[in-house]
Nanobody, 121 residues
Framework: QVQLVESGGGLVQPGGSLGLSCAAS????????MGWYRQAPGKERELVAR???????NYADSVKGRFTIARGNATNTVFLQMHSLKPEDTAVYFC???????????????WGEGTMVTVSS
């Protein structure tokens, strides 16, 4: 069984910085893509940033130049460093991973439980 465990988040003032981390726990799996999505109140979940196993990155236009996604030394961890935060960045941030279990032909998308980021003065 694989779980994505997130940490970080909290309250930060506009213009501030915050970091999120996510680790895939368990055994017998291979992690391919990992990334972060967010969902603001009353809105649909949207992609924030994604990192492939080959370390290619994709960012939402709204966060380009402010957010950075990176893998840890272990390929089952991913970090999101957020700078110049704005009130509109307020949302629940979800870790996402495309993971293949040992013995399986195809992978499955896993989600973390989410962590709240609030940008407010």
């Amino acid at each position: 069984q694989v779980q994505l465990v997130e940490s970080g988040g909290g309250l930060v003032q506009p213009g501030g910085s915050l970091g999120l981390s996510c680790a895939a726990s368990g055994s017998g799996f291979t992690v391919y893509h990992m990334g972060w999505y967010r969902q603001a109140p009353g809105k649909e979940r949207e992609l924030v940033a994604r990192l492939t196993r080959g370390r290619d990155t994709n960012y939402a236009d709204s966060v380009k130049g402010r957010f950075t996604i990176a893998r840890g030394n272990a390929t089952n961890t991913v970090f999101l460093q957020m700078h110049s935060l704005k009130p509109e960045d307020t949302a629940v941030y979800f870790c996402n991973g495309y993971i293949r279990l040992l013995g399986e032909v195809a992978g499955t998308t896993y989600w973390g439980e989410g962590t709240m980021v609030t940008v407010s003065s």
